[in-house]
């Protein structure tokens, strides 16, 4: 699978930006796909998962009610759409397509490049 994230950009603290991830190469509607994300001096850490057709999401604690991923099979591309957003979100996004089953976590066979968000206060 070959991952292409975008749509990273610089806001407002409050502000939103949605996240796209286009998939190639692997039916899509096989794979779990995620995002995580990587602020500077820290470790790479998981924001949300869904699941191969959407029946399940799946966020950290840290995102939950502010981030909604979603997923469109017909166009192979999931989102990530962050509301509210927060000097602290700011971080390097990571899409990632997992083709094991669900099991509590994601674990990525596949990860897309990252997309730069920053958020000013």
């Known amino acids: 699978v070959r991952l292409q994230a975008s749509g990273g950009g610089l806001v407002q603290a409050g502000g939103s930006l949605r996240l796209s991830c286009a998939a190639s190469g692997r039916t899509f509607s096989s794979v779990t796909m995620g995002w995580f994300r990587q602020a500077p001096g820290k470790e790479r850490e998981f924001v949300a998962a869904i699941g191969r057709i959407g029946l399940f999401t799946y966020y950290a604690d840290s995102v939950k009610g502010r981030f909604t991923i979603s997923r469109d099979n017909a166009k192979n591309t999931a989102y990530l759409q962050m509301n509210s957003l927060k000097p602290e979100d700011t971080a390097l996004y990571y899409c990632?397509?997992?083709?094991?089953?669900?099991?509590?976590?994601?674990?990525?066979?596949?990860w897309g490049q990252g997309t730069l968000v920053t958020v000013s206060s």
């Open positions: 990632a397509a997992d083709t094991g089953p669900w099991r509590g976590t994601l674990n990525p066979d596949y």
